[in-house]
């Protein structure tokens, strides 16, 4: 068994698991935001504030951005395991990127959950 | 008679400072096709400073796993013929992602190390074992084949990038396929211990499905499957 403090997950199944249902909710997030930027007619500042006013959508993004957080996080351990050699510096860059992450998820929840409709 | 070119990777760590390509010239009978084994021997009488690992001369044991133009494989069962890029021009590297002790030689103790972690033998808690062995059904039996035939000879390891970047944690495609045997072993009893010593984030989990692996097996087996079958047993087990 091979220990390891930095990932997500609490073992190699739960990571897989994670990466995978974070992966689908990502895809459907990007389905339903592609199409509708191509369904609708015109986009405004009106059509996108009335979207994001929903609760659902409040929620749907939120989850978008947790699935970014988890995914990523995990993604980027798994790559900088692979690549990165040098201890230190690996423990900085996996740091730096989770703090990234976290903020991410932050500004996206203070922006989009006080959004009314007009 | 005919010419060959080849170039073979040289290192003898007391007298080169770095390892480098020495090129050599060998004459052959015309359309006389042979093994990668037998050009060794030839090139070691006419330098006898060249060091390479063999034994059986027929893919038994596993001990002249090399890199021949590129790809992993025996010598002692590759033809020149089959070499990619055929026998214009050819390049005989020792196992990629190992530490080299001498010329094509290499050091296994990190591949051995991962194959003794995932404990290769029978493990059976039974406290009145059966007089005479333990009887397995022709179908128990046959969820053997395709694994008990590994012989070790690190091919597939050493062409797996997963196994490269992280040799110490990743148990790597041999370990695996071996670590299966035993899994579904009927007769072995430890089947949760097994999983529960494979179950974090390097172990199993690192492979990637390259199939590097099984593109160079010289037994022809599949390592990537035997993996993903302890994929979806140890998910089995977490969900
Ligand atoms: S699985 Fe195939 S390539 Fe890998 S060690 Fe066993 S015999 Fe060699
Ligand atoms: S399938 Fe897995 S074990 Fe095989 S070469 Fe790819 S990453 Fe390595
Ligand atoms: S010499 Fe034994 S496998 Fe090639």
Redesign the interface.
């Known amino acids: 068994?091979?220990?390891?403090a930095s990932?997500f997950?609490r073992?190699?199944?739960?990571?897989?698991?994670l990466l995978r249902a974070t992966a689908i909710i990502m895809a459907l997030y990007t389905i339903f935001m592609v199409s509708f930027f191509v369904s609708a007619d015109a986009v405004t500042y009106a059509s996108l504030t009335n979207l994001f006013a929903h609760l659902g959508m409040k929620i749907f993004t939120m989850l978008a951005l947790t699935a970014i957080l988890i995914h990523g996080w995990i993604g980027i351990?798994?790559v900088l395991?692979?690549?990165v050699k040098k201890v230190g510096l690996r423990a900085f860059l996996q740091f730096v990127v989770c703090v990234a992450l976290i903020v991410y998820w932050l500004v996206g929840l203070l922006v989009v959950w006080p959004v009314e409709g007009v | 008679m005919q010419k060959l070119n080849v170039s073979v990777y040289r290192y003898n760590p007391d007298v080169d400072n770095a390892p480098y390509m020495k090129d050599y010239t060998i004459e052959v009978e015309k359309n006389r096709d042979m093994m990668v084994l037998d050009l060794l021997l030839l090139l070691k009488e006419q330098d006898p400073t060249l060091a390479f690992r063999r034994s059986c001369r027929e893919g038994v044991c596993g001990s002249d796993g090399l890199n021949m133009n590129g790809k992993n494989g025996l010598a002692c069962i590759t033809p020149l013929s089959a070499l990619k890029g055929g026998d214009k021009k050819i390049v005989i590297r020792p196992l990629p992602g190992m530490p080299v002790i001498r010329d094509l030689i290499v050091d296994l103790s990190q591949f051995y190390a991962q194959y003794e972690k995932i404990k290769p033998y029978l493990i059976n808690d039974d406290k009145t074992p059966p007089a005479r062995e333990r009887l397995q059904s022709i179908e128990e039996r046959a969820k053997l084949d395709g694994l008990y035939e590994c012989i070790l000879c690190a091919c597939c390891s050493s062409s797996c990038p997963s196994f490269w970047w992280n040799p110490d944690k990743f148990i790597g495609p041999a370990g695996l396929l071996n670590a299966y045997r035993f899994l579904i072993d009927s007769r072995d009893t430890a089947t949760e211990e097994r999983l529960n010593d494979l179950d974090d984030a390097f172990s199993v989990f690192r492979c990637h499905g390259i199939m590097n692996c099984v593109n160079v097996c010289p037994k022809g087996l599949n390592p990537t499957k035997a993996i993903g079958n302890i994929k979806s047993m140890l998910l089995k087990r977490a969900i």
Do not use: A, L
């Not at chain 1, 068994?1 to 390891?4: A, G, H, L, P, R």
């Not at chain 1, 073992?11 to 698991?17: A, C, K, Q, T, V």
């Open positions: 068994m091979v220990s390891s990932t997950g073992s190699g199944s739960h990571d897989f698991i351990f798994q395991t692979d690549y």
